[in-house]
């Protein structure tokens, strides 16, 4: 099970020592909610994360923002998936998968043409890892980014990645026969069963407001990808994938044994040797302040 007493007191510990030197304003569009990072008017770089499955953009990841901020010309745009935390919609549901990578590319319009001449970086942690894969290869996206950043990602069952060895419990509790019809249906049965259900243990529910416990059939499919091999050799950007090395999901050495035979040459492969499912979030600046900076090993 995800370790998540250990997540919340890192979290508390980087909440309390880490300076607040951006200026952070929310803004909507079209319903997406998100939160911006500004150290100067005109960044270099733009980095849009989206959060990991049944939480929202200020689940720890604020402190993402701040770490990143602090690089020099480098910006953090926090959005909240349809669905989750501000942004519209019924929680845990959405009308079609496709809906959600058409919010990839609103959003992405909307940094497009407030930053210009910054460069754009989609970053996705766990869940939103695996929905971007879609949208960069299931969706025809009109919108440029020029990278990908793939933190501790969630490739779905048809990865067949390994679990981890200390796997007590599933996070998530799934109901396969939904997703079967709604399979067999092209789509139009079933598409709104709460077919998922997310096992937060209850004193995180408790104590984290905005939580999602269930997941509907579509909003499943928008996040999961359906073929993960073929997906991953055809992602059109510049890709760095972390893996957390002690995930608590699933085997990091699974995962690199993955992209080492599905990549491509665009992708690059790194371990975050003590990070956890979760508290990586807080120890993944360094390497994407590299990757930023086109250290060697990632060019």
């Not at 952070?24 to 997406?32: A, C, F, K």
């Not at 990602?153 to 990865?159: I, K, Q």
């Not at 799934?174 to 004193?203: C, E, H, T």
């Not at 690059?268 to 990586?280: A, I």
Request: a negative charge; glycine letters at 8%; charged letters at 15%.
């Amino acid at each position: 099970m995800i370790d998540f007493h250990h997540y919340t007191t890192q979290a508390k510990y980087y909440d309390e020592t880490l300076s607040d030197s951006a200026i952070i304003t929310d803004g909507s569009v079209e319903g997406l909610c998100y939160s911006l990072y500004l150290q100067h008017d005109e960044p270099d770089h733009v980095v849009i994360v989206y959060h990991g499955g049944g939480v929202n953009r200020a689940a720890g990841y604020p402190i993402l923002a701040l770490q990143l901020s602090t690089i020099p010309g480098v910006a953090v745009c926090l959005v909240d998936i349809r669905g989750h935390g501000g942004s519209a919609g019924d929680r845990g549901k959405v009308e079609s998968p496709e809906r959600i990578w058409e919010d990839v590319d609103t959003l992405l319009g909307e940094i497009n043409s407030r930053f210009p001449q910054a460069r754009k970086h989609l970053f996705g942690h766990s869940s939103g890892a695996g929905m971007l894969l879609n949208y960069l290869t299931r969706y025809p996206f009109q919108q440029h980014a020029d990278s990908l950043i793939m933190l501790a990602p969630e490739l779905g069952p048809f990865a067949r990645i390994a679990p981890a060895t200390t796997i007590t419990k599933s996070f998530a509790k799934v109901r396969k026969w939904p997703f079967i019809i709604n399979a067999m249906s092209g789509g139009f049965l079933f598409g709104q069963y709460p077919a998922i259900r997310l096992n937060f243990p209850d004193s995180v529910l408790a104590t984290t407001p905005g939580l999602v416990s269930q997941y509907s059939v579509n909003m499943a499919n928008a996040l999961t990808p359906r073929h993960p091999d073929r997906q991953l050799a055809a992602l059109p950007l510049p890709t760095l994938f972390l893996a957390a090395g002690r995930d608590e999901l699933f085997s990091a050495q699974s995962l690199a044994d993955f992209v080492s035979q599905h990549g491509n040459t665009r992708i690059r492969f790194q371990l975050l040797e003590n990070s956890t499912h979760l508290d990586c979030i807080f120890s993944a600046y360094r390497e994407v302040r590299q990757y930023l900076a086109g250290d060697s090993r990632y060019t």
